[in-house]
Nanobody, 115 residues
């Protein structure tokens, strides 16, 4: 059994920063790809950032240069550092953890960017 728990969301002013965390626990053999997605109100789920097992990163054009995905192997935690936040970044954020050919999702954490 694998558990994925996101945290770190909240209300922030435009231009502000937040760091989201995604803690993975349970029967983890090895974590392969990791990613962050988001879903804004009334819209579909959108891929935001990805981090491969080898450490390569990719970002959606809408967040490139503002968001950074990283991981702490010792803590089995994936982070999403979000800077220069905009109102259009408002969404529920989810992490996707790939283990043994399966994807595991958390319950999400809400980010609201508003003045």
């Amino acid at each position: 059994q694998v558990q994925v728990v996101e945290s770190g969301g909240g209300l922030v002013h435009p231009g502000g920063s937040l760091r989201l965390s995604c803690a993975v626990s349970g029967s983890i053999v090895s974590i392969n790809a990791m990613g962050w997605y988001r879903q804004a109100p009334g819209k579909g789920r959108e891929w935001v950032a990805g981090l491969s097992r080898t450490g390569s990163t990719n970002y959606a054009d809408s967040v490139k240069g503002r968001f950074t995905i990283s991981r702490d192997n010792a803590k089995n935690t994936v982070y999403l550092q979000m800077n220069s936040l905009k109102s259009e970044d408002t969404a529920d954020y989810y992490c996707d953890i790939g283990i043994g050919g399966r994807s595991y999702w958390g319950q999400g954490t809400q980010v609201t960017v508003s003045s």
